[in-house]
């Protein structure tokens, strides 16, 4: 018996969760399906319970860490329930509801695709074509396949095996006996028998029909061996020419059942489900198998609103797919158990064997759907990526909130020589190349590289917090404990040490170094964290390499023009900026030196060159 009722609340009493909770006490210790609705009287949630009234009270009597769920417990204004026989029957209810009324807080279920089917039509000599649209008209509908190249391909198999009629016509028996219609082209070259001209019997199409539903459901032993039987009948007559056509037959159906998915020929009929979610989505794989094969699968997506529990929403799931695929397999193999009884149905978690292969198999194909799902979504959204890689780093490198902003920092030097220093800043995971600033070691003398990295970091900051800009969320030092330490001493004389993350990346092992902490972080090698980290480091390498270079250019070009007698710093600084070199300020003719710093000064450069190529005296 199905008993529907409701109760509303009384917002206009103080004490709202209060009067919930006295109403809910009322609730029967029955399965059913509860109704949410809000003031305006809109259906906000649907559920299915085992116990009414213990599962309805769970969202009064207890605070809720989960906002959403918080939120949708605030807005309610109205709960009705029905009362139903068993748990199974408020699963399928608690399912067309939702489908039904799509309320706001319910997970949305995610297969809205019109998939292909192939229909044998409810007619006299039946047609088999294939459709996208499920007519209730007695016709009988296979599928729904999720390919329409494999609907094709059954097709084809099916038309080479049996010669069907493809016309719309109405062959009832009067317009038969009436020779209302004619042959077309498709009986003059074999693909059909011609039964709107009475050429075919309704016994033998008919007998055809069966063996084609067979294969359909993929039942392709019994076929086989009908069509042997045949086929050895037709031999003993000495009907040679019909045997040849049955070995044609039966060749074309072994080559179908060899491409098969064939998994076992110990499973008979089982339905196979798996299960994956991430924060936003839960994926359901199915998978049908019929006389050892796969005849069937299909995926759905869950988009999650509130905290759903896994069980919940494979229970869920499973009854959206069988309920659409009017599956009535007995067994079902599952991940993890649920928490509802289907009647009469075996629930299955198998740990090894045959079942437990098929179980790998579904998993592996719902874990790739969900990485694909993954994809497309970061390339229609770079927000949606960016995110996605912010919330990664921030989980991987154990910080407190996404590096938005990261700033990178390395040395250069050689042996001591014109020593520099790099910031490269990433923002989003990349480069902000308008941030990057380059750094001349001032109170550092010779090759000292955690000197020169203490002096960086205090400027860099200091700078930072006098000009009151913003703070990145990771610091990263090129460089191992030592030069690690150097910039959390910075830190500390700047009052920043722990409010900034800091980690240093070793160069050969790729180490990730924490203050404090003498055990190294590793992470894995293909990881997107590590890619970001590589790239930083390399970048800040790059760009401090080519300062580097720049510099020390110009440092040689100032110590070998100064000797020139005339030629001043000033000179020197305006050849350094047009020229860079030396070695191009040789291959510059006089007119175009004499552009830039007068004919005089050209003058006395063209000389000084020009007693530089002429041979010494011996």
Same mark, same amino acid.
């Given at each position: 018996?199905?008993?529907?009722?409701?109760?509303?609340?009384?917002?206009?009493?103080?004490?709202?969760?209060?009067?919930?909770?006295?109403?809910?006490?009322?609730?029967?210790?029955?399965?059913?399906?509860?109704?949410?609705?809000?003031?305006?009287?809109?259906?906000?949630?649907?559920?299915?319970?085992?116990?009414?009234?213990?599962?309805?009270?769970?969202?009064?009597?207890?605070?809720?860490?989960?906002?959403?769920?918080?939120?949708?417990?605030?807005?309610?204004?109205?709960?009705?329930?029905?009362?139903?026989?068993?748990?199974?029957?408020?699963?399928?209810?608690?399912?067309?509801?939702?489908?039904?009324?799509?309320?706001?807080?319910?997970?949305?279920?995610?297969?809205?695709?019109?998939?292909?089917?192939?229909?044998?039509?409810?007619?006299?000599?039946?047609?088999?074509?294939?459709?996208?649209?499920?007519?209730?008209?007695?016709?009988?509908?296979?599928?729904?396949?999720?390919?329409?190249?494999?609907?094709?391909?059954?097709?084809?198999?099916?038309?080479?095996?049996?010669?069907?009629?493809?016309?719309?016509?109405?062959?009832?028996?009067?317009?038969?006996?009436?020779?209302?219609?004619?042959?077309?082209?498709?009986?003059?070259?074999?693909?059909?028998?011609?039964?709107?001209?009475?050429?075919?019997?309704?016994?033998?199409?008919?007998?055809?029909?069966?063996?084609?539903?067979?294969?359909?459901?993929?039942?392709?032993?019994?076929?086989?061996?009908?069509?042997?039987?045949?086929?050895?009948?037709?031999?003993?007559?000495? =009907?040679?020419?019909?045997?040849?056509?049955?070995?044609?037959?039966?060749?074309?159906?072994?080559?179908?059942?060899?491409?098969?998915?064939?998994?076992?020929?110990?499973?008979?009929?089982?339905?196979?489900?798996?299960?994956?979610?991430?924060?936003?989505?839960?994926?359901?794989?199915?998978?049908?198998?019929?006389?050892?094969?796969?005849?069937?699968?299909?995926?759905?997506?869950?988009?999650?609103?509130?905290?759903?529990?896994?069980?919940?929403?494979?229970?869920?799931?499973?009854?959206?797919?069988?309920?659409?695929?009017?599956?009535?397999?007995?067994?079902?193999?599952?991940?993890?158990?649920?928490?509802? $009884?289907?009647?009469?149905?075996?629930? %299955?978690?198998?740990?090894?064997?045959?079942?437990?292969?098929?179980?790998?198999?579904?998993?592996?194909?719902?874990?790739?759907?969900?990485?694909?799902?993954? =994809?497309?979504?970061?390339?229609?959204?770079?927000? %949606?990526?960016?995110?996605?890689?912010?919330?990664?780093?921030?989980?991987?490198?154990?910080?407190?909130?996404?590096?938005?902003?990261?700033?990178?920092?390395?040395?250069?030097?050689?042996?001591? $020589?014109?020593?520099?220093?790099?910031?490269?800043?990433?923002? $989003?995971?990349?480069?902000?190349?308008?941030?990057?600033?380059?750094?001349?070691?001032?109170?550092?003398?010779?090759?000292?590289?955690?000197?020169?990295?203490?002096?960086?970091?205090?400027?860099?900051?200091?700078?930072?917090?006098?000009?009151?800009?913003?703070?990145?969320?990771?610091?990263?030092?090129?460089?191992?404990?030592?030069?690690?330490?150097?910039?959390?001493?910075?830190?500390?004389?700047? $009052?920043?040490?722990?409010?900034?993350?800091?980690?240093?990346?070793?160069?050969?092992?790729?180490?990730?170094?924490?203050?404090?902490?003498?055990?190294?972080?590793?992470?894995?090698?293909?990881?997107? %964290?590590?890619?970001?980290?590589?790239?930083?480091?390399?970048?800040?390498?790059?760009?401090?390499?080519?300062?580097?270079?720049?510099?020390?250019?110009?440092?040689?070009?100032?110590?070998?023009?100064?000797?020139?007698?005339?030629?001043?710093?000033?000179?020197?600084?305006?050849?350094?900026?047009?020229?860079?070199?030396?070695?191009?300020?040789?291959? %510059?003719?006089?007119?175009?030196?004499?552009?830039?710093?007068?004919?005089?000064?050209?003058?006395?450069?063209?000389?000084?060159?020009?007693?530089?190529?002429?041979?010494?005296?011996?």
């Amino acid at each position: 018996m199905v008993v529907g009722t409701f109760l509303k609340m009384d917002k206009s009493r103080s004490g709202i969760r209060e009067d919930l909770q006295d109403i809910v006490k009322s609730l029967p210790e029955l399965p059913g399906v509860y109704q949410y609705f809000d003031a305006e009287g809109t259906i906000i949630y649907v559920g299915k319970a085992k116990n009414l009234r213990k599962r309805v009270s769970s969202y009064f009597n207890k605070q809720h860490a989960d906002r959403k769920t918080a939120v949708l417990v605030n807005k309610i204004a109205e709960i009705r329930h029905i009362l139903l026989e068993s748990e199974e029957d408020a699963l399928l209810l608690e399912n067309n509801f939702i489908k039904k009324f799509q309320p706001r807080y319910n997970v949305l279920l995610k297969d809205d695709k019109t998939f292909p089917w192939i229909c044998v039509k409810n007619e006299r000599f039946p047609r088999v074509f294939y459709t996208r649209d499920v007519v209730q008209d007695g016709s009988v509908y296979f599928g729904p396949y999720t390919s329409v190249q494999m609907v094709k391909t059954i097709l084809d198999v099916i038309r080479r095996l049996y010669p069907l009629r493809t016309c719309n016509l109405n062959l009832s028996r009067t317009n038969i006996e009436a020779d209302k219609f004619k042959v077309c082209l498709e009986y003059y070259i074999g693909n059909c028998k011609g039964p709107c001209e009475g050429l075919q019997m309704e016994e033998e199409y008919n007998e055809n029909i069966r063996q084609i539903k067979e294969i359909l459901q993929g039942n392709l032993t019994s076929v086989l061996n009908h069509l042997k039987k045949q086929m050895v009948e037709y031999s003993s007559e000495y =009907r040679f020419e019909e045997a040849e056509s049955i070995k044609n037959k039966l060749n074309i159906l072994e080559n179908y059942q060899s491409k098969s998915a064939i998994v076992s020929s110990s499973i008979s009929n089982v339905d196979v489900f798996s299960f994956e979610e991430d924060e936003s989505y839960a994926y359901i794989n199915f998978l049908k198998v019929v006389g050892g094969a796969i005849v069937q699968a299909q995926m759905i997506e869950m988009k999650k609103r509130m905290e759903e529990k896994r069980e919940d929403l494979l229970a869920l799931g499973i009854a959206e797919i069988r309920q659409t695929l009017s599956s009535n397999s007995k067994e079902i193999i599952i991940p993890f158990p649920i928490e509802i $009884d289907l009647k009469e149905i075996k629930l %299955t978690i198998p740990r090894i064997g045959e079942k437990k292969k098929l179980l790998d198999l579904s998993e592996k194909n719902v874990r790739f759907y969900k990485l694909e799902k993954n =994809r497309q979504r970061s390339l229609k959204s770079p927000e %949606t990526r960016t995110q996605q890689l912010m919330e990664k780093m921030k989980q991987d490198l154990r910080l407190n909130e996404w590096p938005v902003l990261i700033e990178c920092f390395d040395n250069s030097n050689i042996q001591g $020589d014109t020593p520099v220093a790099a910031c490269v800043v990433f923002r $989003d995971g990349k480069p902000s190349k308008r941030d990057y600033r380059h750094f001349n070691i001032k109170t550092v003398e010779g090759p000292d590289d955690f000197a020169s990295m203490e002096e960086i970091i205090f400027r860099r900051y200091k700078r930072l917090l006098d000009e009151e800009r913003d703070l990145p969320q990771l610091i990263v030092i090129d460089g191992g404990k030592g030069q690690l330490g150097s910039a959390v001493n910075s830190l500390e004389k700047l $009052d920043l040490a722990g409010k900034i993350p800091v980690i240093g990346i070793a160069k050969k092992l790729e180490e990730i170094f924490y203050p404090g902490d003498s055990v190294p972080l590793y992470l894995d090698k293909n990881s997107e %964290t590590l890619r970001v980290l590589r790239h930083i480091r390399d970048e800040a390498h790059r760009f401090g390499i080519t300062f580097h270079r720049n510099k020390r250019s110009g440092k040689f070009l100032l110590s070998e023009l100064a000797a020139i007698n005339g030629i001043g710093e000033k000179t020197i600084d305006t050849l350094l900026k047009k020229f860079k070199t030396v070695k191009r300020l040789k291959e %510059t003719s006089g007119e175009e030196i004499a552009s830039v710093v007068g004919n005089s000064k050209a003058e006395k450069l063209i000389s000084y060159f020009k007693g530089l190529n002429e041979p010494k005296a011996t």
